[in-house]
């Protein structure tokens, strides 16, 4: 609501009439303040990871690992993104040391196996987040005919690579 009022006052028409409304409205100043960018950080990586508090927000809530289905795509996205965090960030800090110069991830990922920053195991895992990252974004990636047979679209599943951790093969299990 502070926020609404916030809004309200800044386009407001006469911005002297503006204050003395937002005086009146908050006369001890502004009480609600938003979260810094560090607290979303946190909350959005407790909430992206397997933790106990995702696991209470999805409490009775059909989660698939089917790779033919939307959901499946996510968690399979969501559980490769946890695994490739720490190889995204060292990638970003060699970004911002400007080690590599480069405008595609391909680009960037060669340059960094390469220069020996990156591990051949490190840009497939790489290579397979932005694969399940493609598909989760084309949501209306239609095949000619779809529609006609009741397809909701093209859900081919990327191959994940062959893992020495335990990376699953894509299957029909799923958690409730």
């Known amino acids: 609501m502070q926020e ?10 006469a911005p002297l009439l503006a ?7 908050f006369p001890t100043g502004l009480p609600c303040h938003m979260p810094g960018d560090r607290v979303d950080h946190r909350v959005a990586r407790i909430l992206l990871s397997e933790s106990e508090v995702r696991d209470r927000l999805t409490a009775g809530i059909f989660i698939t690992r089917n ?30 040391s400007e080690l590599l110069s480069g405008g595609t991830l391909e680009e960037l990922l060669e340059q960094a196996l390469s220069a020996g920053l990156l591990s051949a195991r490190e840009i497939q895992d790489m290579e397979y987040m932005e694969r399940l990252r493609q598909q989760v974004i084309r949501v209306d990636a239609f095949e000619p005919g779809d529609s006609a ?7 081919e599943p990327p191959t994940p690579p062959a893992s020495p951790y335990g990376v699953e093969r894509p299957g029909q299990g799923g958690r409730l």
């Open 19 to 25: 204050h003395f409304l937002r005086l009146s409205v």
């Open 4 to 13: 609404a009022f916030r809004s309200l006052f800044r386009n407001f028409p």
């Open 149 to 155: 047979q009741g397809r909701v679209g093209n859900l």
């Open 67 to 96: 790779p033919g289905e939307r959901i499946g795509q996510l968690e399979r996205g969501l559980e490769q993104a946890e695994r490739v965090f720490q190889t995204e960030g060292t990638l970003r800090g060699v970004l911002k």
